[in-house]
Nanobody
């Protein structure tokens, strides 16, 4: 059974940093693209960042470009989201997701980790 488990969330002051991790099991991690999404209270889930199976290409939402960095370690079956210069509007539950590289839709999701940025 495929499973994604996020960790690293918490409470941080504005301007601070956090690194989220997402550990994958149950599928050949290196064959799949990975993404991070977030959902704030009362809002729709939104795309944050994505990385191709090799790590050669990364994509970011405009709202986090220049502040967040997605990376992956295929030897550890883990994808990371380094978040710097955090803002109160970054407060949300962050989810990682996985998909085959050949399709558009993410098909496996983690349970989420809460990130709260205080002003």
């Amino acid at each position: 059974q495929v499973q994604l488990v996020e960790s690293g969330g918490g409470l941080v002051q504005a301007g601070g940093s956090l690194r989220l991790s997402c550990a994958a099991s149950g599928r050949t991690f290196s064959s799949y693209a990975m993404g991070w999404f977030r959902q704030a209270p009362g809002k729709e889930r939104e795309f944050v960042a994505a990385i191709t199976w090799s790590g050669g290409m990364t994509y970011y939402a405009d709202s986090v470009k220049g502040r967040f960095t997605i990376s992956r370690d295929n030897a550890k079956n883990t994808v990371y989201l380094q978040m710097n210069s955090l803002k109160p509007e970054d407060t949300a539950v962050y989810y990682c997701a996985s998909k085959p590289s050949s399709v558009l839709k993410y098909d496996v999701w983690g349970q989420g980790t809460q990130v709260t940025v205080s002003s």
